[in-house]
């Protein structure tokens, strides 16, 4: 069975299978904000789907953060440090993509085990 969260014409916001929690793209509410609130606002929202899919941050299983600008890295590194747990860091990659609004600096997606 799939169960699917927050569906849209387009997209759901999660889909959840076979014990696995998969997140669509999560961006900031307030594109004015810099790299490093951006970043926290994502985190936020990641840690709200994850709480709805019965889950959190120390099973995220893999970890894909889009930067509009790698001159970011540092900033959203910053956020992330924050964040992450100790101890259950998760398998990453960053790379810079073009998103979907002008004003969005980042974008991050993850898998965790539920």
Do not use: C
Not at 35 to 40: D, H, L, M
Not at 45 to 52: F, G, H, K, M, V
């Amino acid at each position: 069975m799939i169960q699917r969260f927050d569906v849209g014409p387009r997209l759901s916001e999660m889909a959840v299978h076979n014990g696995v929690a998969y997140l669509a793209g999560q961006v900031p509410e307030d594109g004015s904000l810099d790299i490093v609130g951006q970043t926290r606002e994502v985190l936020q929202a990641i840690d709200a789907l994850l709480a709805r899919a019965g889950t959190d941050k120390s099973r995220i299983l893999q970890a894909i953060v889009y930067l509009a600008d790698m001159a970011d890295f540092q900033g959203m590194n910053q956020a992330w440090d924050e964040w992450v747990a100790p101890g259950d860091a998760p398998p990453r990659a960053t790379v810079e993509a073009r998103l979907a609004r002008p004003e969005w600096k980042v974008e991050i997606v993850v898998t965790a085990a539920v």
